[in-house]
């Protein structure tokens, strides 16, 4: 969601912010801002509401620092503007970036206006910056004792960066349900919401926990925990490169991203498997202990990868005999669920850092439901380091909003996971090795699919004056059609919808008409019979269809139906195979609307608030 960068360095800093901004743009804002510390100590601050271009455009050749924070904003307290955009600063000495949502900001707004603040946005950051301003100037505290201090007064989440006039050596970072990190060079150092920021000036970092408090300077940082106390946390080595994250030959990192699948998926899978078999180690030290006592799984994720686990419920229980319960993340920490004994909670994210997930995950915890599992593509993350288990799914950085290879690497990892849990409940040696067989098969399969992408480019020209469409599937292909439906309205802002084919008659067949695009997608399963039956309502209705279906469906197009011929792949892989096709049509629908299709309106890629 919201980004942060920051430095102290001998050297300028300016245009190491500006370049972590640049590299954060993936995540979704509406504003961006910039505030450094000259080596007279003062405070010099420029924002902007749009794009970082901008920013960059209005910062003159005298504004230099060798302290500084940045930060891009996705509006959450008052409107996307510049008054809004961070930094924040207080009484000219006090400057705060922030990311996460301050829950009790009306009660400390009311104390800090009795107090004489002046508030100049709409933000709940400001009662940060005038908080530590409280215990800093006003009680004389130092900064890092001051930081320290506010923070007990915050009810929420929050990851910190703060500097002051008073002490410009110094830099404070904190961190409480959302993430930070410190890079660390050599006599320099900086704080990131994420790593992909600092790639340019260091490979090296320390990951800070729920509750620390940095206290950085040019030469050291010294964090400490949640009771003050002084803690080690070790300096970890990127994988990642400064390169890792550009763009290359592609128009957009999303087309860049859907043409990396068939790389994704072998990576995830390199390692994992022998001799026909699913290696559990993949999974963690402990895991065969683990899954000997699993009975049931309880997935728990959002968007994109709920649609993952919807697919993976049907392998639990078709394959695997396996009692399988997916939740959305929002919903599922304010229901009371029914505790199911020996369930494993699957977690599901991208980054690692998604709120609502994060949450759930604690939840379930603390509920007892006993063992936990993430399926994760960046193994910092808050996700990972808070579960029992873990599988990566080595997609590589995903920068595009709307998540593509990461979708399809999750469905590869989930797969992995029905098969070491279902040979203990009745999936014989030979399914096993069948099934991973397609799974070696599955980058060339995917391959071709996106030769493809030509054909599709062409079909998206029917999109041009759509403004709704329907998407139908069956069985495990329904929530194929739910993320082709969601990333259709994610990129085109077209309004879209998914249903069951078979519920068709049960309400939505009422929108079909002429100028209604109805897709669906039709391997060669059980339901395929059923599901042709469902798309001949829609052409009894005037109804426009466009089908992917397989080479082996002797489905043929027709007046008002236009096939797509996909290459003939196993029932069991086939969503993962489908999913790639509906991505190409999205991204080409989008391109045609000429959205910004790396960035759409009022979305992040990582939402680390509620």
């Known amino acids: 969601m919201c980004g942060i960068v920051g430095a102290i360095a001998e050297r300028d800093v300016v245009p190491i912010l500006l370049e972590g901004l640049k590299r954060l743009e993936y995540r ?32 003159k050749s005298g504004f230099s620092g060798h302290v500084g924070i940045a930060h891009t904003r996705w509006a959450t307290h008052g409107e996307p503007t510049e008054r809004n955009a961070h930094p924040h600063i207080c ?5 705060v970036v922030h990311n996460g ?25 400001e009662v940060v910056v005038h908080q530590v301003h409280e215990y800093h100037i006003s009680k004389g505290l130092d900064l890092l004792k001051s930081v320290q201090n506010a923070v007990k007064d915050l009810k929420g989440a929050y990851a910190l960066g703060v500097v ?40 090296r970092f320390i990951f800070l926990e729920d509750g620390d408090i940095a206290d950085i300077s040019r030469e050291s940082v010294t964090i400490y925990d949640t009771k003050g106390k002084r803690v080690d946390r ?6 990642l490169t400064a390169d890792a994250v550009e763009r290359g030959e592609y128009r957009h990192y999303m087309l860049k991203e859907i043409f990396e699948q068939p790389r994704a998926i072998s990576d995830t899978l390199e390692g994992r498997i022998a001799a026909g078999k699913v290696l559990e180690q993949a999974f963690g030290a402990n895991a065969k202990a683990v899954f000997d006592k699993v009975q049931g799984v309880h997935i728990i994720a959002c968007g994109t990868s709920y649609h993952a686990g919807l697919i993976a419920r049907h392998w639990f229980e078709s394959l695997a005999g396996i009692p399988c319960s997916v939740e959305v993340a929002s919903e599922f920490r304010y229901r009371k669920p029914v505790v199911r004994k020996n369930s494993l909670i699957v977690t599901i994210s991208q980054s690692g850092e998604t709120a609502d997930t994060l949450a759930g995950l604690q939840e ?11 399926i994760c593509n960046v193994p910092e993350s808050s996700l990972v380091r808070e579960s029992d288990l873990v599988l990566m799914t080595r997609a590589g950085p995903e920068i595009g909003v709307a998540s593509t290879k990461a979708f399809t690497t999750q469905l590869v990892a989930l797969l992995l996971l029905v098969l070491v849990l279902g040979r203990r409940h009745g999936i014989s040696a030979d399914t096993e090795t069948a099934i991973v067989a397609e799974l070696i098969k599955l980058p060339g399969a995917i391959d071709e699919v996106l030769q493809l992408s030509a054909d599709i480019k062409r079909l998206s020209e029917q999109f ?17 059609a739910m993320e082709g439906a969601l990333k259709l309205k994610e990129i085109s802002y077209i309004h879209a919808e998914a249903y069951p084919a078979g519920e068709l008659k049960h309400g939505p067949l009422a929108l079909v008409d002429a100028e209604m695009p109805v897709i669906a997608v039709a391997p060669p399963n059980d339901l395929l019979e059923k599901l042709k039956s469902n798309l001949q309502e829609v052409r009894a209705r005037g109804g426009e269809l466009i089908v992917f279906a397989d080479l082996k469906s002797k ?13 003939h792949v196993d029932d069991v892989v086939a969503p993962i195979v489908y999913s790639v096709p509906l991505q190409l049509l999205s991204y080409h629908v989008a391109v045609l609307k000429g959205t910004d299709v790396d960035k759409p309106r009022n979305l992040a890629k990582s939402v680390t608030v509620e």
Request: glycine share 10%; with cysteine; charged share 25%.
């Open 364 to 374: 379930a915890k603390r509920l007892g439901f006993g063992y936990s599992l993430a």
């Open 91 to 95: 009484r000219k000495t006090v400057a």
């Open 234 to 239: 070790p300096i970890r080595e990127s994988e």
């Open 464 to 480: 041009g004056h759509r403004h709704h469409a329907l998407f139908l599937g069956r069985g495990a292909m329904y929530p194929v």
């Open 164 to 203: 002051s006039t008073k002490e410009p050596g110094r830099l404070v970072a904190a961190r409480l349900g959302s993430p930070l990190v410190i890079g660390v060079g050599i006599g320099e150092h900086f704080i990131a919401s994420d790593v992909a920021a600092l790639l340019p000036v260091t490979q």
């Open 28 to 59: 979704g804002y509406d504003s961006a801002g910039i505030a450094v510390l000259d080596n007279e100590g003062c405070l010099s601050r420029e924002r902007r509401a749009g794009k970082v271009a901008g920013l960059e455009a209005v910062i």
């Open 555 to 567: 489905m043929k197009a027709e007046a008002g139906t236009q096939v797509m011929l996909v290459r």
């Open 101 to 125: 949502i301050i829950e009790n900001y009306d009660d400390l707004k009311a104390k800090q206006l009795q107090l004489s603040y002046e508030f100049t946005s709409q933000t709940d950051t």
